[in-house]
Nanobody, 124 residues
Framework: QVQLVESGGGLVQAGGSLRLSCAASGRTFSMYTMGWFRQAPGKEREFVAA??????NYADSVKGRFTISRDNAKNTVYLQMNSLKPEDTAVYYC???????????????????WGQGTQVTVSS
């Protein structure tokens, strides 16, 4: 069972930046698609971004502001968040796809592994 540990959340003013990190256990990190989802109070969990061996993919709401990247040598995936807005406030979850070598799409994470989440709060 893989373990995913997020870090980097916090409180930031609108227009600011944060970088989230997610460290994964195991020796096959590079084979899996990694992603970030978020859940705001009273809302469903939503897809934010994903990265695989073939590329990356973003939700329309974060395109041009967020960048997902990975360091396979460190078993870590990152989410650089710039130009943050109050509506970005949520708990952000790191996730690993259920299967290896999948496309960076939200559906890849059905049945996958999840971290405990890190809170991001953007003040206006």
């Amino acid at each position: 069972q893989v373990q995913l540990v997020e870090s980097g959340g916090g409180l930031v003013q609108a227009g600011g930046s944060l970088r989230l990190s997610c460290a994964a256990s195991g020796r096959t990190f590079s084979m899996y698609t990694m992603g970030w989802f978020r859940q705001a109070p009273g809302k469903e969990r939503e897809f934010v971004a994903a990265i695989s061996w073939s590329g990356s993919n973003y939700a329309d709401s974060v395109k041009g502001r967020f960048t997902i990247s990975r360091d396979n040598a460190k078993n870590t995936v990152y989410l650089q968040m710039n130009s943050l807005k109050p509506e970005d406030t949520a708990v952000y979850y790191c996730t690993r796809s259920q299967n290896t070598y999948t496309a960076p799409q939200a559906i890849a994470f059905i049945g996958g592994s999840w971290g405990q989440g890190t809170q991001v709060t953007v003040s206006s």
